[in-house]
């Protein structure tokens, strides 16, 4: 099977790779597993240098990877920029702290001694999407290697020039051949991975649906894994919120990335009291997006990945508009380009309120007090994360404590870093990425006592 990548902006084709045979797959696991168990007592202090290295190729070849992210899926150069630089700060994070993350702990427990030790499991294979075609690979890398555990990644089709080059950045950096593997393969073979003895967890990011079917795999062959699936972030506004702040913050929040992105603000929640003042205040940011090529530096709305993207949330708004939804800007689809759009006059059953919106669609609806706006976050099947913009810290705090996802911000839009915790609860998926929970996360957690 051959898989085509397309140029989302111009439609013209960049590159054919061809998928491997089950037998290739088999060799590239039982490498991968080889070189685990030459490496797998050394400290993550051994790694630390080859880890700054990857960093520093990052940042010296900037330029060029942002230009293959921007190629692949369409993102706005001056984003990919800061997508590959974000990969060199987790690099760095987990180059210089895991040691003290992964070092033991000692444990009272009626004995001589009892310590905890946190060690390397092998191999993990990791199914990775295109939105984020570096970052999502290396917040996952990043741990893993400075753990000790191999790491085995599927990239998205369209976004198989950046697996290449990831590839070769840790090549670069002089991790020994079968750190880091990436594979072309079809969908069928995803099994065989996941069921080989060698591969000792499985990490997916993506939809929810195709998450639900990697979860019953790995259930099915016991294996260890990490699903971070879809969101319907809430960004709710209050009316003492500081409105020009949280109106700049809920733009940046659901148009980023042209609007491709699970922790999105999809669900724009406003207080009754400021509802159509801060409505304006949202349109008139919006008018001021610059939208085109993005290769352009001023450019900060392009593209969709792919015209089949695009045609689903096009489809959602005009279900929902048939469903009594009003359009008050954009709503209008050519092949990837899809209009910065706001709706209103939303009810919970309509698809652009209750489903996962991926793209530039913002939907916006009005509460009346603290209780209405807890209601219509946890309303979601989604569990990722929620905005409270609010100049009460105690309603902040109030609030945060009863809403069920994995992560809640004040007066800023949810965002994943290399010192935090990142994951969601309900359809959102489960387990954790980045921060001391990320590395954990596929670690042999060991008992040790003496008696």
């Not at 998928?19 to 685990?36: E, G, L, P, R, Y």
């Not at 198989?160 to 990436?182: N, W």
């Not at 989604?382 to 905005?387: E, N, P, T």
């Not at 954990?440 to 957690?445: C, H, P, S």
């Amino acid at each position: 099977m051959t898989f085509t990548t397309v140029n989302p902006y111009d439609q013209k084709e960049i590159q054919q790779y061809h998928t491997i045979d089950n037998d290739q797959v088999d060799s590239i696991i039982k490498n991968a597993h080889q070189t685990f168990l030459k490496f797998k007592h050394k400290t993550p202090g051994s790694r630390t240098d080859k880890m700054l290295k990857v960093a520093q190729v990052l940042r010296n070849n900037k330029e060029k990877y942002a230009s293959q992210i921007t190629l692949e899926m369409g993102k706005p150069i001056s984003q990919a920029k800061a997508e590959v630089e974000k990969c060199a700060l987790v690099c760095e994070f987990y180059a210089n702290n895991a040691e003290r993350l992964l070092s033991s702990d000692v444990v009272e427990a009626n004995s001589k001694a009892a310590y905890v030790r946190k060690e390397p499991l092998g191999v993990i294979f990791g199914i990775m999407p295109w939105n984020y075609p570096f970052w999502q690979v290396f917040r996952v890398l990043a741990p893993n290697i400075m753990l000790g555990n191999g790491l085995i990644i599927k990239h998205s089709p369209n976004t198989l020039g950046c697996a290449e080059m990831i590839a070769e950045i840790i090549d670069e950096a002089g991790f020994s051949s079968y750190t880091f593997s990436h594979v072309i393969i079809e969908i069928e073979q995803v099994e065989k991975i996941i069921a080989h003895k060698f591969i000792k967890g499985v990490t997916f990011t993506g939809s929810t649906k195709a998450g639900s079917s990697v979860a019953a795999l790995a259930g099915k062959y016991i294996k260890k894994s990490v699903l971070e699936l879809g969101g319907s972030n809430a960004l709710c506004v209050f009316d003492d919120a500081g409105l020009d702040e949280a109106a700049d913050e809920c733009v940046k929040a659901r148009f980023q990335n042209t609007g491709q992105s699970c922790i999105a603000g999809k669900r724009l929640l406003v207080q009754d009291s400021i509802f159509e003042d801060f409505l304006q205040e949202i349109k008139t940011r919006i008018n001021k997006l610059k939208t085109g090529c993005p290769y352009d530096e001023n450019t900060y709305l392009s593209v969709m990945a792919r015209e089949d993207l695009a045609e689903h949330l096009h489809g959602q708004l005009v279900k929902s508009i048939e469903m009594g939804a009003k359009i008050i800007k954009g709503g209008q689809q050519n092949r990837t380009f899809f209009e910065p759009t706001l709706v209103v006059n939303l009810t919970r059953d309509m698809p652009v309120f209750n489903e996962e919106t991926f793209g530039p669609l913002l939907a916006v609806t009005s509460f009346k007090d603290d209780a209405e706006a807890i209601e219509l976050i946890n309303k979601s099947e989604y569990g990722l994360g929620a905005s409270i913009f609010t100049s009460s810290e105690d309603r902040f705090d109030n609030l945060a404590s009863q809403i069920d996802d994995g992560a809640v911000f004040m007066n800023a839009m949810v965002k994943s870093q290399p010192d935090l915790p990142f994951g969601g609860t309900k359809q959102s998926g489960y387990g954790r990425e980045l921060g001391k929970e990320g590395i954990l996360e596929f670690a042999n957690i060991k008992t040790i006592y003496k008696q």
